[in-house]
């Protein structure tokens, strides 16, 4: 009897995977750390998360690769539970990928062709006179100017967002070429970024995402009106090269925005207390050996809170770069910054301190102040990670880290919902809020790269601190005065007749 049950049991088909089952119940043990890291449990979790991340899900994981990836993924399409949607994995490298636009909104990159009738080809506005740019149609003008900031990457970005945003109107809800809007069409664009379609919405997505939508939803007054000029520069920029006869933009009026009483730049600083609770929380995290990735969010975090460097100048900043000061104990930093201009920077001991700790952990040389320190597997993965980080990548190193202590006990509900929404600028405007009280001002301009010393004047608040001194000696002398009358009647009167 127990005999025949092992025989049958031998020879009975595995029972295939649920979405619910464990990853570790499926994967060896070297996969399943590396996918851990995710914070993937399930195979159904597993899934999702491909689907969402797109072709490149597998890159952030240490000792994974494309290889093991792959063989991941195959094994999960061989079974219905786990099956992976293809039409998430469709990586944009060449024409054959890129599709005509139709009622779909597409990032500019994945659009092949516009319909030929709004195309532009032959749009109303379009200049008489010989053009200075190859630009057949709309798209190839939009990429044309998006050339021009070919290295300001986040310009090009923010300049990109909203022309795509543009185009797609113009062809998918308005039914006019981009070179053919007249002012009457600019003003119901207007109306447009104050609400826009249900079809243009939707949560934040990567671009070659077929979920990806132009909007999240409606643009707050202050996009808006940025939104507005970045178009007028833009449809200026193709008059000047006579691609469009003329700007129509020209006439119309910015969208209303709210003048804010306090700099939205003070609004995400850290203030003095919480800044200095999150440097010690951020040495408690660091002190175990195996906390490499701790180590990298403190050195990051440190050097743009002490010293106000944007995140694009901390991840592309190089160590030859730095030096010891002849005239302070402290180490200077030459760092490229906004406009393709240089600037010297100093580096606070405890970033000094934090940063040598981070070169402790990298397993390879380096010419970059911050770097992975996981070894990958291929020579080609080994050079990316000796160039250093993406300034996104660091990003998400630092966000990750602020989490990370967040969960500490020593921050109140209010500092622990601060700290999960602070972004890596916010500490240069923290650095730029707390220099202030104690730096001269053109002092301050300099280390952050400010071509204005009004631009800097924001970071101080003596106006509102007066403000505050005045009110609270004008309450203290009205309360003493009320008391007055009071005291004069305990005491009996002063001038009796």
């Known amino acids: 009897g127990i005999l025949d049950v092992l025989v049958k049991a031998a020879d009975a088909k595995p029972s295939p995977p649920k979405a619910t089952d464990p990853c570790n119940q499926w994967f060896r043990p070297g996969a399943a750390r590396a996918i851990a890291h995710l914070n993937t449990p399930t195979l159904g979790d597993l899934k ?23 063989v991941i993924m195959q094994w999960l399409n061989r079974h219905e539970a786990t099956f992976i949607r293809p039409e998430t994995q469709i990586v944009v490298l060449d024409e054959q990928n890129l599709s005509p636009l139709g009622n779909t909104p597409l990032p500019v990159e994945r659009i092949a062709t516009l319909p030929h009738p709004l195309d532009g080809h032959d749009g109303r506005n379009r200049a008489s006179a010989f053009c200075f740019i190859q630009a057949r149609n709309d798209l190839e003008a939009i990429r044309a100017y998006l050339e021009k900031f070919r290295n300001q990457p986040n310009t090009q970005r923010a300049y990109q967002r909203e022309l795509e945003r543009l185009l797609l109107w113009c062809v998918i809800e308005r039914k006019t070429a981009l070179s053919s ?20 919405c939707g949560p934040r997505d990567k671009r070659l995402s077929p979920r990806w939508k132009p909007f999240t939803g409606p643009l707050s007054p202050a996009s808006q009106h940025q939104a507005v000029q970045i178009i007028r520069g833009a449809f200026s920029w193709l008059q000047d090269v006579r691609y469009l006869g003329g700007n129509p933009w020209t006439a119309v009026s910015d969208p209303r925005r709210e003048k804010q009483i306090a700099p939205l730049k003070l609004a ?13 929380a951020l040495d408690k995290i660091c002190q175990p050996q195996e906390a490499k990735q701790a180590r990298i969010g403190r050195a990051a975090i440190l050097i743009l809170g002490d010293s106000g460097l944007r995140i694009s100048e901390l991840a592309n900043a190089e160590i030859s770069n730095a030096r010891q000061s ?24 405890r970033a000094h301190s934090a940063m040598k700790s981070h070169w402790l952990d990298l397993v390879a040389p380096s010419e970059h102040l911050i770097s992975p320190t996981v070894r990958p597997r291929t020579k080609a993965g080994t050079r990316k990670a000796q160039s250093g980080y993406a300034p996104r990548a660091l990003a998400r190193v630092i966000e ?3 989490h990370h202590i967040s969960d500490s006990h020593e921050f109140t509900p209010d500092d622990v919902i601060k700290l999960r929404t602070t972004s890596a600028h916010a500490f240069r405007h923290t650095f730029g809020m707390h220099a202030v009280r104690t730096m001269k001002l053109n002092s301050v301009r300099e280390i952050l790269g400010h071509e204005s010393i009004d631009t800097t004047s924001i970071y101080s608040r003596e106006e509102e601190r007066q403000v505050a001194i005045d009110a609270s000696n004008f309450f203290a002398l009205t309360k003493a005065e009320a008391l007055a009358p009071e005291q004069a009647t305990d005491e009996g009167p002063t001038n009796p007749r």
Not at 270 to 277: F, N, R
Not at 326 to 340: E, T
Request: proline share 11%; aromatic share 8%.
């Open 400 to 402: 990750k880290t602020l």
């Open 48 to 70: 999702n998360h491909i689907e969402r991340s797109g072709p490149n899900w597998w890159r952030p994981l240490p000792r994974l690769g494309e290889k093991r990836a792959k």
């Open 268 to 280: 995400r600083a850290l203030p003095s207390s919480l800044w200095q609770k999150t440097c010690i």
């Open 181 to 200: 809007m007249l002012v009457h069409d600019c003003e119901a664009y207007k109306d447009f970024l104050e609400s826009p379609s249900p079809t243009f």
């Open 326 to 349: 002849p005239d302070a104990d402290i180490l200077l930093l030459d760092v490229l910054g906004k406009g393709q201009k240089w600037r010297t920077v100093p580096i606070s001991p």
